[in-house]
Structures are given as structure tokens and as C-alpha cells.
């Protein structure tokens, strides 16, 4: 299990085991790779956040309850309340970890300093371009993905692997070729082979709603004489299917990895295609953010060779009293926050009296003035928030704590140092507020946009680095897509804010025929040949 309890705070990341959890109250997940998401099943019952995709990827194949996950853009700056009172807050950024589908690197900034998650990551030198890491923050802990740390292991980039793999394959041009894969990740090495040979792409059903998803070029199919490049999973790739593969038609098997695997065939080739960082690539990361001090994310790793490139170290700074009284707390008791949204949002069941109108004509107005008078008695919440016909989170918390929202914020939500937007998350931390219609899919508007899948259909309203690697296969039993369908944002929102409700609108994923379409291919490879 690759997670951690981040020291001094409320934080965990990857890490699920409530029994162990003890004072954690806030839950990350980066990725989907089963050995980041060991202990989390369909009975979890905390808020968890993490990218669109991962939250749309946790909710079809592990059924984790949707009304339990929170998905943050990423690239965007979010606050989290630290406590239940609002006094302590932190900031969220997450940024892109180059590993996978859905993960993400945590960027957290608050009373602890600045705290850099990398989770499973491949640099690139573009990462230190990102505005969260350009304002010469200085990273006090850096949770680095120690998967390939050692010095003996020299491995090329993914494109010169790339490169070994489609020479590999010109040397065989005759034969059908299985590529051994995870149940996430390299999905655009996929996409590169079938239009650098053009071929169609052999996928299981559940692998194709994943590349769709992503807004992959259409060169898959799941007919199984359709191309010569099947991708299987990568325990099928041995001596026994070698032997019956090649009773039918010549066959190779490629496994990209990095992982040291003994080829029992003559015909498995393991190519180093690997998806996380290289030690070379891990010496320039860490001299480029000069980090107090390093931790590694993998148990069992090696993990040095850094210390030039460390900052003097600092103390620790003093939990706040607030933040020590709801790490202290009991996770399972009810927060005063949470009560209070549960209430605002409970719908009022109405009963059905069989009156003749003409005799409760008369007594309708009195009964509801007198209905209304004792409520306002009996009611602990101020008159004015049960008269709210609808509650946005952010002004309620304004009304009950006028103090944490002073004039100079102007009634907007703040902006971080690097002058992007903040989305405010007001759910306190044990427990759920969900800011959405619980069947609504994860894909925000922004992010169906990034990755190609266009305007919906309906109104707005790991794998080959470490020991423990193995993806659990059970765990990817998929299902329908769960019924989605518009919903009504907050009223009064101001103009400029609209766009940042439209990221928790979520839009249901159009999902393509399982077939395949001889023009769009032609079409998809004619355009990647002329980029070459």
C-alpha cells in the first residue's frame, strides 16, 4: 500500500484504513492504481477528493457512493475548512502527474507550510512551469514518488521507449502483437501504435469506455479480427498462451515496463516504457524545488541522493487549538456544519388532509400564520436562513460566521497567490455536504473540453514500477452508466461566478458504439501522418 498520514495535520492521501487513520479527516486519492486504493470499497463513508476523471473511474468500478466524492479541477486552487468553526482553512491545487488517466500531484498550503504530493508521477520539465509552483513557493515537505530511485536503473523516456517498441514491431510484420497492461495507463501508447501502423487496436469493452472517455482518436474497436494490436492484460502475457497464440497465428507479446521481469518465451520482449519518473528525472526535479526535506511515498524503496539539493529545514509550526479540537474529535459524530446543511437541505414532507375546502377555507390563513409563529419559537436556527428558498453553502457560512468574511472580501471568493480562481468547499470534514444531485456524473464542462468530448447531450445543470503494483481485477467489474440528468444551479449567483458553479454541474459521459468506422479511421490516420 502506497499512502500516507501527513504529520501535524488532518490530511491523508491514498491512505484508507480507517482504523489506522486516527486523526485524519481529510481523504485524497491521486489515482485509481489498486495499490493507491487499498481499503477503499464501496462501504466508504467519508468525503474524498480528487480529479474528475478518478471520481467518475471510483464510482463505476469500486461503487464508491457519488454523494461521498468530492472531483477538483485540476490546475485550480481550492479551500478546505481545517476545522468545523471555518477558522483554519487550507488551499488545494492539483496538478497533472503525467502517470495515468485521472492522477494528480496535491499541492496543499496552510499552517503547516507548503506540502508537495507527487503521488505516482513521470516528470517533465514543463511540470515547474505550472503557476502553483512559479511564485517561488518554498516546498517545506516534498512526498516523492520513489518508484525508480536508484542509480543502476537507467531508464530512456517514454518516447525513445516508444520508439524501441515500434521498431520492434516493423521487425514483425506479419505477426499479431499482444501488449500486457494494467487495467489503467498507457492508453496513448495505444493510440500511437495503431496510427503509426494503422491498425485498428483490439480492447476489451471495459478498456474501451475508458479510452472514449478520454477522447482518445477513434482507432479502437473490441472486434477481435478487427486489427493485428490486441491489448491484453498483462498476466496473460506467458509460456502457455505464447504456445497457443502461435498454434493460430505468429504472435509476440510486448511488455512496457520497468519493472525487472524473467521472459519465459522467446517471443515476450520487455521494453522499458515506464510511467514513472526516472532517478535522473527525480535529481532535477528535486533540485529545481530545493524541498526542506524529502520523504518517499514508497514503502520498501530506496529513497536518497538528494541532500545538496535540500533547503535548511524549519520547525513545525503549532497546530491551531481549532484544528487540534477536530483532529481530536470522534470522525463518526456529527459536526455542527454538517447538521446544519443537513437541515437546510431536508425537503418538508407535506401530509394530505381530507378537508372539504369550503370549510378550511377560512381557517387556511390563520392555521399558517399560527404554524409559522410557533415554528419560529421552537426553531434554534435564525429566522432569516429558514426563510432561505434555496442555500448556497459559502453564504451560509457567511451568515453564521460574519466575522471570517469581512467587507474587504467583498462578497467574492478570494483569489490565491497566483491570481487563479478559489473554489470555496464549505462540507466540513468528517462528513459529506454533497454540492450536487447524487446521479450526476463527475465530468465538469471544462473538463469535457480538455479532453474532446464536446458539449453534452443534456442541459448543464499502476501499475509497472513497484512490488505491490499488481492491479486488483475484481475491483473493475463494470456496470451501466448510472442515469444523469440536469439540475438547477444556486439563484442570485453573481454573473462572474457562474462559470465556477458550472464546474459542479456535471454532465452525464457520451459513451460510442462498440463498433468501428472505416472512414473516421482513415480520417484519424491521414491527420497523425501528416503531423509526422
Same mark, same amino acid.
Given at each position: 500500500?502506497?499512502?500516507?498520514?501527513?504529520?501535524?495535520?488532518?490530511?491523508?492521501?491514498?491512505?484508507?484504513?480507517?482504523?489506522?487513520?486516527?486523526?485524519?479527516?481529510?481523504?485524497?486519492?491521486?489515482?485509481?492504481?489498486?495499490?493507491?486504493?487499498?481499503?477503499?470499497?464501496?462501504?466508504?463513508?467519508?468525503?474524498?477528493?480528487?480529479?474528475?476523471?478518478?471520481?467518475?473511474?471510483?464510482?463505476?468500478?469500486?461503487?464508491?457512493?457519488?454523494?461521498?466524492?468530492?472531483?477538483?479541477?485540476?490546475?485550480?486552487?481550492?479551500?478546505?475548512?481545517?476545522?468545523?468553526?471555518?477558522?483554519?482553512?487550507?488551499?488545494?491545487?492539483?496538478?497533472?502527474?503525467?502517470?495515468?488517466?485521472?492522477?494528480?500531484?496535491?499541492?496543499?498550503?496552510?499552517?503547516?507550510?507548503?506540502?508537495?504530493?507527487?503521488?505516482?508521477?513521470?516528470?517533465?520539465?514543463?511540470?515547474?512551469?505550472?503557476?502553483?509552483?512559479?511564485?517561488?513557493?518554498?516546498?517545506?515537505?516534498?512526498?516523492?514518488?520513489?518508484?525508480?530511485?536508484?542509480?543502476?536503473?537507467?531508464?530512456?523516456?517514454?518516447?525513445?521507449?516508444?520508439?524501441?517498441?515500434?521498431?520492434?514491431?516493423?521487425?514483425?510484420?506479419?505477426?499479431?502483437?499482444?501488449?500486457?497492461?494494467?487495467?489503467?495507463?498507457?492508453?496513448?501508447?495505444?493510440?500511437?501504435?495503431?496510427?503509426?501502423?494503422?491498425?485498428?487496436?483490439?480492447?476489451?469493452?471495459?478498456?474501451?469506455?475508458?479510452?472514449?472517455?478520454?477522447?482518445?482518436?477513434?482507432?479502437?474497436?473490441?472486434?477481435?479480427?478487427?486489427?493485428?494490436?490486441?491489448?491484453?492484460?498483462?498476466?496473460?502475457?506467458?509460456?502457455?498462451?505464447?504456445?497457443?497464440?502461435?498454434?493460430?497465428?505468429?504472435?509476440?507479446?510486448?511488455?512496457?515496463?520497468?519493472?525487472?521481469?524473467?521472459?519465459?518465451?522467446?517471443?515476450?520482449?520487455?521494453?522499458?516504457?515506464?510511467?514513472?519518473?526516472?532517478?535522473?528525472?527525480?535529481?532535477?526535479?528535486?533540485?529545481?524545488?530545493?524541498?526542506?526535506?524529502?520523504?518517499?511515498?514508497?514503502?520498501?524503496?530506496?529513497?536518497?541522493?538528494?541532500?545538496?539539493?535540500?533547503?535548511?529545514?524549519?520547525?513545525?509550526?503549532?497546530?491551531?487549538?481549532?484544528?487540534?479540537?477536530?483532529?481530536?474529535?470522534?470522525?463518526?459524530?456529527?459536526?455542527?456544519?454538517?447538521?446544519?446543511?443537513?437541515?437546510?437541505?431536508?425537503?418538508?414532507?407535506?401530509?394530505?388532509?381530507?378537508?372539504?375546502?369550503?370549510?378550511?377555507?377560512?381557517?387556511?390563513?390563520?392555521?399558517?400564520?399560527?404554524?409559522?409563529?410557533?415554528?419560529?419559537?421552537?426553531?434554534?436556527?435564525? +429566522?432569516?436562513?429558514?426563510?432561505?428558498?434555496?442555500?448556497?453553502? *459559502?453564504? %451560509?457560512?457567511?451568515? !453564521? @460566521?460574519?466575522?471570517? &468574511? /469581512?467587507?474587504?472580501?467583498?462578497?467574492?471568493?478570494?483569489?490565491?497567490?497566483?491570481?487563479?480562481?478559489?473554489?470555496?468547499?464549505?462540507?466540513?470534514?468528517?462528513?459529506?455536504?454533497?454540492?450536487?444531485?447524487?446521479?450526476?456524473?463527475?465530468?465538469?464542462?471544462?473538463?469535457?473540453?480538455?479532453?474532446?468530448?464536446?458539449?453534452?447531450?443534456?442541459?448543464?445543470?499502476?501499475?509497472?514500477?513497484?512490488?505491490?503494483?499488481?492491479?486488483?481485477?475484481?475491483?473493475?467489474?463494470?456496470?451501466?452508466?448510472?442515469?444523469?440528468?440536469?439540475?438547477?444551479?444556486?439563484?442570485?449567483? +453573481?454573473?462572474?461566478?457562474?462559470?465556477?458553479?458550472?464546474?459542479? *454541474?456535471? %454532465?452525464?459521459?457520451? !459513451? @460510442?458504439?462498440?463498433? &468501428? /468506422?472505416?472512414?473516421?479511421?482513415?480520417?484519424?490516420?491521414?491527420?497523425?501522418?501528416?503531423?509526422?
Amino acid at each position: 500500500m502506497n499512502g500516507v498520514l501527513i504529520p501535524h495535520t488532518p490530511i491523508a492521501v491514498d491512505f484508507w484504513s480507517l482504523r489506522r487513520a486516527g486523526t485524519a479527516r481529510l481523504f485524497f486519492l491521486s489515482h485509481m492504481h489498486s495499490d493507491h486504493t487499498v481499503g477503499l470499497s464501496s462501504t466508504w463513508a467519508r468525503p474524498l477528493y480528487c480529479s474528475p476523471i478518478t471520481a467518475h473511474l471510483l464510482h463505476r468500478h469500486l461503487q464508491v457512493s457519488k454523494q461521498w466524492i468530492q472531483p477538483l479541477e485540476i490546475g485550480e486552487s481550492h479551500v478546505l475548512p481545517l476545522d468545523e468553526i471555518g477558522r483554519e482553512t487550507m488551499t488545494v491545487t492539483l496538478l497533472d502527474a503525467n502517470h495515468c488517466p485521472g492522477s494528480v500531484m496535491f499541492l496543499f498550503e496552510g499552517y503547516f507550510g507548503t506540502i508537495l504530493y507527487t503521488g505516482d508521477f513521470r516528470y517533465t520539465p514543463s511540470m515547474l512551469k505550472e503557476p502553483a509552483l512559479t511564485l517561488g513557493k518554498q516546498i517545506h515537505t516534498l512526498y516523492l514518488d520513489n518508484t525508480n530511485c536508484n542509480p543502476a536503473l537507467v531508464l530512456p523516456s517514454r518516447q525513445e521507449a516508444a520508439h524501441q517498441i515500434v521498431q520492434l514491431i516493423r521487425k514483425h510484420p506479419q505477426h499479431n502483437i499482444k501488449i500486457g497492461l494494467y487495467n489503467l495507463g498507457k492508453e496513448s501508447l495505444l493510440e500511437q501504435l495503431a496510427l503509426e501502423f494503422q491498425t485498428w487496436v483490439v480492447l476489451s469493452p471495459r478498456r474501451l469506455e475508458l479510452v472514449q472517455l478520454l477522447g482518445l482518436a477513434d482507432v479502437f474497436t473490441v472486434e477481435e479480427k478487427a486489427g493485428r494490436i490486441h491489448a491484453v492484460g498483462h498476466m496473460e502475457i506467458c509460456h502457455s498462451n505464447m504456445l497457443r497464440w502461435n498454434q493460430t497465428h505468429p504472435t509476440i507479446a510486448i511488455l512496457p515496463t520497468s519493472r525487472k521481469i524473467h521472459s519465459s518465451h522467446p517471443d515476450i520482449h520487455v521494453i522499458p516504457y515506464s510511467d514513472h519518473s526516472s532517478y535522473s528525472e527525480l535529481c532535477a526535479f528535486v533540485a529545481a524545488l530545493k524541498p526542506c526535506q524529502v520523504v518517499p511515498i514508497v514503502s520498501r524503496q530506496p529513497c536518497g541522493g538528494f541532500q545538496d539539493s535540500l533547503s535548511p529545514r524549519i520547525s513545525m509550526p503549532l497546530i491551531p487549538d481549532s484544528v487540534q479540537q477536530y483532529m481530536s474529535s470522534s470522525s463518526r459524530k456529527p459536526s455542527f456544519l454538517w447538521l446544519l446543511e443537513r437541515r437546510l437541505k431536508r425537503p418538508r414532507t407535506q401530509g394530505v388532509v381530507f378537508e372539504s375546502p369550503e370549510e378550511s377555507a377560512d381557517q387556511s390563513q390563520a392555521d399558517r400564520d399560527s404554524k409559522k409563529t410557533q415554528k419560529e419559537k421552537l426553531s434554534p436556527w435564525p +429566522a432569516y436562513l429558514e426563510k432561505q428558498p434555496s442555500h448556497h453553502p *459559502l453564504r %451560509t457560512k457567511k451568515q !453564521l @460566521f460574519p466575522d471570517l &468574511y /469581512s467587507k474587504e472580501w467583498n462578497e467574492a471568493v478570494p483569489f490565491c497567490e497566483s491570481q487563479k480562481r478559489v473554489t470555496m468547499l464549505t462540507a466540513p470534514l468528517g462528513f459529506s455536504v454533497p454540492l450536487r444531485s447524487t446521479d450526476e456524473e463527475f465530468i465538469s464542462l471544462k473538463t469535457r473540453e480538455e479532453i474532446g468530448l464536446g458539449s453534452p447531450l443534456v442541459p448543464l445543470g499502476d501499475d509497472d514500477g513497484g512490488p505491490e503494483a499488481t492491479e486488483n481485477q475484481s475491483a473493475w467489474m463494470g456496470h451501466g452508466s448510472p442515469p444523469s440528468h440536469s439540475s438547477k444551479g444556486t439563484p442570485h449567483l +453573481a454573473s462572474e461566478f457562474r462559470g465556477l458553479a458550472l464546474k459542479y *454541474l456535471l %454532465t452525464p459521459v457520451n !459513451l @460510442f458504439q462498440a463498433g &468501428y /468506422s472505416s472512414r473516421s479511421f482513415d480520417q484519424q490516420v491521414e491527420k497523425y501522418h501528416k503531423l509526422c
